[in-house]
């Protein structure tokens, strides 16, 4: 047949060559079967069963992942519990199984079918994006009461050394049950370089392709994939001579790998004597110990969603206050910058109640949420100033669109700080509080934000979604999400000039830091700091180190009057190439 090739979007850099694993989170054929009237309580009996089945092996491999990715990554499973364990959910099974007579494999699966279907259909994305929860959920179940075995979803050689995971969409959920060790890489027919899931593959260092249409037709299992992370390249069993370029390529990488690593310790200074600092994003605990071995200098964004993502719980004080403790004393001699909890949109606590809206992204989230809710954002901004007492932590608020969000934050800030003083607690009086600059209204007014906060970090994934209009978790709409828009590069430089004016550091946090054309055009900008994800900062640094400060100033000077993004990206090109080779 020759080889095939699929285009993706790469969104997490490396090669991987291995045998492929497909992964099909679908419900089984389930065949209809009635029962007597007497056999009606042993099907219920059944369905209990089967449930109680789910849950151990769901609990098993949340104990597994805690013991590997620590307590906030597995929280995940408890959510699964929680749906599987659903009292309602499981009484219209029960009513099903006893009005209907049917079995209970048959009477689940209409029921599964049924709930699947309105949270397909919903406007919501955060039950669109629970569907990965639901499947897992529901997959397990009715593989027990068909007497079948979960691993039937796993197709391809799971025992060999090394394995790509092919899959139709790639949930956060089953991310942090990836074994690093055997996974080589990821190719995910859904999903966009800044989804949540493609995020935290970049984070955990997985070469990863999303967006790669037709590879669950195109692969089969154990057949030999051939992906580029960077590229978004997936060869489907390529030739010996396809086999060849990639190991010399993969020479070429591993090369380049030490030569980067050669950096990791050494200052980021421009060759004209310019310093920056770099600093890490850090989602899961793991990643503390990899950004530190990378050379960050402190944490940039702390993202805290997955001290909730999955729970069914919120957490309490104690539990943020430990943790942000924790990261602290993971950088005794940097700065750790928390963001607020970003709730909302896709990101929800499985207990959590959230209003149905038809556009999620433009509603209720963030700071918003925060504000609205003080029992939530009070207990985190505690925890905060207990962690701060000899640490330097920092409060950064998401999606910010007015002053008075600000002001209102400041305020219970203060409260919380003296509630503090008065009980006796060991805390800080005070931390320094900045705003993610993410939405174009941000940009609008930098100059008053500024006034009132003590730093601003762009969020360039959200800044560009906003300022295109353009989904960024849409697949099809890939090529137009592009940070290196006009529009977008002038709102930068907007919000560097509006911190400057001020006297406060602005710094970005977003995926665009870790090109290194956009680290050209960011430096070029004024920008001095950047937080990205721990594998990409001996590149970062590397491309700091490599091109002379003035001349990234004068490719962003040209890149301000450029009038398409094919003219941005062309000069910063011209510029680049004398200097770089990790292009």
């Known amino acids: ?327 602290g004393a993971a950088f005794p001699h940097g700065q750790v910058v928390i963001r607020t909890y970003d709730l909302g949109g896709d990101k929800f606590p499985a207990a959590w109640q959230a209003p149905a809206e038809p556009n999620p992204f433009l509603g209720w989230r963030s700071i918003r949420v925060c504000l609205d809710e003080p029992q939530i954002f009070r207990p985190q901004l505690r925890a905060i100033l207990r962690a701060a007492a000899d640490r330097d932590l920092r409060v950064m608020l998401p999606l910010v669109t007015g002053v008075e969000e600000v002001e209102a934050a400041l305020a219970l800030l203060t409260e919380e700080a003296e509630g503090l003083a008065r009980a006796g607690v060991r805390a800080a009086s005070t931390v320094p509080v900045g705003v993610m600059i993410e939405t174009p209204a941000a940009v609008a007014i930098a100059e008053t934000l500024a006034r009132r906060v003590a730093f601003f970090s762009v969020g360039s994934n959200d800044l560009t979604q906003y300022t295109l209009v353009v989904d960024r978790g849409n697949a099809r709409l890939a090529s137009r999400f592009t940070p290196l828009h006009p529009a977008v590069v002038r709102q930068l430089a907007l919000v560097h000039a509006a911190a400057r004016g001020a006297g406060i550091p602005a710094s970005v946090c977003g995926e665009m830091a870790s090109e290194p054309l956009a680290v050209l055009l960011l430096t070029g900008l004024g920008y001095d700091t950047l937080s990205v994800a721990p594998p990409s900062l001996p590149l970062v640094k590397s491309v700091l180190r490599s091109v002379p400060h003035a001349v990234a100033r004068a490719a962003a000077a040209a890149a301000l009057e450029a009038e398409n993004t094919r003219d941005v990206v062309a000069l910063l090109e011209a510029a680049a190439k004398p200097y770089l080779r990790h292009r």
């Open 1 to 327: 047949m020759g080889v095939r090739t699929l285009r993706g979007i790469g969104v997490s850099p490396g090669v991987a060559l291995a045998p492929a694993v497909i992964v099909r989170w679908e419900l089984p054929n389930v065949p209809d079967r009635t029962v007597g009237p007497d056999g009606v309580e042993a099907e219920v009996a059944r369905l209990h069963a089967a449930v109680a089945r789910a849950v151990g092996a769901l609990e098993q491999l949340r104990d597994r992942v805690r013991d590997r990715a620590g307590a906030e990554a597995s929280g995940i499973f408890d959510a699964q519990v929680m749906l599987a364990q659903d009292p309602d959910f499981l009484g219209q099974v029960e009513h099903l199984i006893r009005t209907s007579q049917l079995s209970a494999e048959t009477a689940y699966e209409f029921k599964a079918l049924e709930v699947r279907n309105a949270w397909a259909n919903s406007q919501s994305p955060r039950l669109r994006d629970r569907l990965a929860d639901l499947a897992a959920v529901q997959v397990r179940v009715l593989f027990a009461l068909l007497g079948r075995s979960v691993r039937e979803v796993w197709s391809g050689p799971t025992d060999a050394e090394h394995v790509v995971i092919v899959t139709r969409e790639l949930s956060p959920g089953l991310t942090v049950q990836l074994d690093r060790e055997q996974v080589s890489g990821i190719v995910s027919e859904e999903g966009t370089r800044t989804s949540h899931a493609a995020i935290l593959a970049h984070s955990l260092g997985i070469p990863c392709v999303m967006g790669a249409v037709g590879a669950l037709a195109q692969i089969q299992p154990g057949g030999t994939v051939l992906l580029d992370g960077e590229t978004g390249a997936v060869l489907v069993d390529p030739t010996e001579g396809d086999l060849a370029e990639a190991r010399a390529r993969l020479t070429r990488r591993r090369r380049t790998e030490l030569e980067l690593q050669a950096v990791v310790h050494e200052p980021a200074v421009s060759p004209d004597g310019t310093p920056f600092t770099l600093l890490g994003n850090v989602d899961l605990p793991e990643e503390l110990e990899s950004a530190a071995r990378w050379g960050a200098e402190g944490v940039g964004l702390l993202r805290t969603e997955f001290l909730l993502t999955g729970r069914t719980h919120l957490p309490s004080e104690e539990e943020q206050f430990e943790y942000f403790r924790r990261v």
